[in-house]
């Protein structure tokens, strides 16, 4: 089965029979939670990254831009907040009352987790190039790119790459998009290599390295670096209480303006809203995670998400799930990208709509994109 960009419709809720083959692996996975754990990883493993960071760091050759940004912050000539571009992110990310959802779309070279999960063994992503195009035509207000060693597998060549693509829309409409370094943030060389790719913002880990460490790391990227800071709220603790926990430190001791929230159900999730108090200044993105299976549920939840209070989405795996089987190759189809970022931004209600998996080629515009209207 292939894709073209104006080709023949393609039913996604085919695919449950289409691998019928897996059965019981698909069955015993599909009820899963499309809020999945985010990087919120125990002491050995932040331990582990601070270890490849410094590693990395003396390995730094003299010239080397990433080293050249160090010592440029040490000595505070870097334009930090007057960067050109600063709070671009965050401005875009505010949605307007009534507005429409904002998409932050990520990409990452590893085999999503939730065609893992399908029991792909093979698999062949679309290029980063190619969705960088892809998800600036779809209406992604922001892109990222998965920097994370074992999780994302993303290179400084592969930002290099969406940075060159996104700059060739630059007197287009759609403009270039900005792109955030995601990345599990530990140490400040992390920050200086994604000021010298041309990042526009980070993410940090809130329970990754703690309340102080996180503000250090926030007042860095900011005030040295002039990159926006995401501090993503991932509780390890399951329930509400574990999140509240994490963003009232977020905001009250770290200072955040943008937050992410993830590994928490789909009921806590739409909650987080309400931990906000009047006053609080703060973008709130919520991270969606596929579902492990081949249909759009994920969309729903993104209604739900805005219709709650958030500003943004952040989706990952559920841009790279639809494809095809050639034996135990799974080929993912770059062009349901914009398929699902047009479905997430529809204003469609869930009373009315339904996100059932009728995937259109692009061009496609209704506002119930991938959704069956219940008259």
């Known amino acids: 089965m292939t894709f073209s960009r104006r080709g023949a419709a393609c ?5 449950a029979s289409a691998f019928g083959f897996l059965g019981p692996v698909e069955n015993a996975v599909r009820a899963r939670s499309s809020l999945a754990p985010l990087r919120a990883v125990g002491v050995l493993q932040r331990k582990a990254k601070e270890n490849e960071m410094r590693k990395y760091r ?23 907040r007057e960067r050109e ?51 600036r035509d779809a209406g992604a207000a922001i892109f990222a790119l998965d920097m ?10 592969d930002f290099a790459k969406a940075l060159a693509e996104q700059n060739t829309a630059e007197n287009d409409f759609p403009g270039p998009l900005p792109i955030v ?3 599990t943030v530990v140490d400040e060389v992390q920050l200086a ?18 309340a102080e460490r996180c503000a250090e790391l926030r007042s860095l990227a900011e005030e040295a670096y002039g990159l926006e800071a995401i501090v993503v709220c991932a509780p390890r603790s399951a329930g509400a209480e574990g999140l509240e926990a994490l963003m009232r430190t977020a905001v009250d001791a770290v200072g955040a303006t943008t937050i ?42 993104a209604w739900e998400l805005r219709d709650a209070g958030y500003d943004a989405v952040w989706v990952s795996d559920v841009l790279y799930k639809f494809g095809s089987f050639s034996g135990s190759l799974f080929a993912a189809a770059p062009d349901t990208v914009t ?21 259109s080629g692009k061009g496609e515009g209704a506002k119930e994109y991938l959704g069956d209207i219940l008259m």
């Open 11 to 15: 039913v996604l809720g085919l695919f």
């Open 339 to 359: 398929s699902v970022i047009k479905a997430m931004k529809s204003k469609a209600s869930t009373k009315y709509a339904r996100a059932s998996g009728a995937f």
């Open 193 to 210: 290599a994604a000021y010298a790719g041309g990042a526009a913002a980070v993410t940090l880990g809130l329970e990754t390295v703690g």
């Open 58 to 80: 003396e390995g730094l050759a003299d010239g080397d831009a990433v080293l050249a940004a160090l010592d440029a912050a040490a000595a505070g000539t870097l334009a930090g």
């Open 260 to 301: 992410m929230v993830g590994a928490v159900s789909d009921d806590d999730a739409k909650a987080a809203p309400g931990i906000l108090r009047d006053g609080d200044d703060v973008v709130l993105v919520g991270r969606i995670d596929a579902k492990d299976d081949q249909g759009l549920e994920e969309a729903e939840l």
């Open 85 to 135: 571009g600063f709070g671009r992110v965050r401005s875009i990310l505010k949605r307007e009352p009534r507005g429409a959802l904002r998409v932050v779309a990520e990409y990452h070279a590893k085999t999503p987790a939730a065609l893992k999960k399908l029991g792909v063994k093979d698999y062949v992503g679309p290029s980063v190039t190619r969705v960088s195009n892809e998800v």
């Open 148 to 157: 994370d060693r074992l999780a994302g597998g993303c290179e400084a060549s």
């Open 181 to 183: 370094w995601a990345d």
